[in-house]
């Protein structure tokens, strides 16, 4: 079955999805058993086809097994660090430490929530949250993954909100804004200012950017 997606082009899949599924448990889960035995099947599948495994709604149980059973670098896609914010999305210091130690890469997601100002937030609010994660696992390892979720409303967010689109309700995220600057993907140059206003080399800044993700996704796919 992972080779029929890998060729309708499918390349990243989410382990779970904030709960529980046959794989493992997501993060808004209250017990977590972590990978079950189906679950290093399939990331043992998505090693041999080529698809990264996506770790941004899982588990930390769950996500430290994924780490250590698979042969291929994994990914918390879109993440933001709890040393900023307790959140459950969110991810501890040792998390994030953990992914860098075994070759494993952290996308930083601007999503509002998750910031400490939430939709007060500014894209400079959001560079040091990239650069708070670069001081921990070293800016090699670190790209950056919007999470946007352009042109939905308020149905869709409902959606997401409950367990499995339907059932118990697990956040409370109604109205998201984005930081001014970075209402959609047009505004990508917006966010290479605010990386210079910071004093980021170009290296650095083109890392960021892009590069990482590309040698990521070279080693995987």
């Known amino acids: 079955m992972s080779r029929l997606f890998k060729e309708q082009g499918v390349g990243i899949v989410q382990m779970t999805y904030n709960t529980r599924n046959l794989v493992g448990s997501g993060c808004y889960e209250s017990r977590d058993d972590g990978l079950s ?20 709604h899982v588990g930390a149980q769950t996500s430290r097994d994924v780490i250590l059973a698979s ?15 307790a959140h459950p999305r969110n991810k501890s210091d040792e998390q994030l430490r953990f992914m860098a130690e075994h070759d494993g890469f952290v996308g930083v997601t601007m999503f509002p929530p998750f910031l400490a100002a939430g939709n007060d937030a ?15 696992v070293g800016e090699e390892r670190v790209g950056f993954g919007t999470d946007f979720t352009m042109g939905y409303g308020a149905k869709f967010f409902e959606y997401l909100n409950r367990d499995k689109g339907y059932a118990r309700q697990l956040t409370e995220i109604w109205d998201v804004k984005f930081p001014d600057g970075l209402g959609s993907i047009a505004d990508f140059p917006n966010l290479t200012a605010a990386m210079e206003r910071a004093g980021w080399s170009e290296t650095k800044i083109r890392r960021i950017m892009g590069e990482n993700w590309l040698k990521l996704l070279e080693a995987v796919w």
Do not use: Q, W
């Open 122 to 136: 500014t894209i400079d609010d959001y560079v040091a949250a990239i650069d708070y994660i670069v001081n921990l």
């Open 37 to 56: 035995d189906f679950g290093h099947e399939v990331v043992a599948e998505m090693n041999r086809v080529g698809m990264l495994c996506d770790l941004s």
């Open 71 to 85: 042969k291929k670098p994994v990914a918390y896609s879109h993440c933001l660090p709890a040393g900023l914010k």
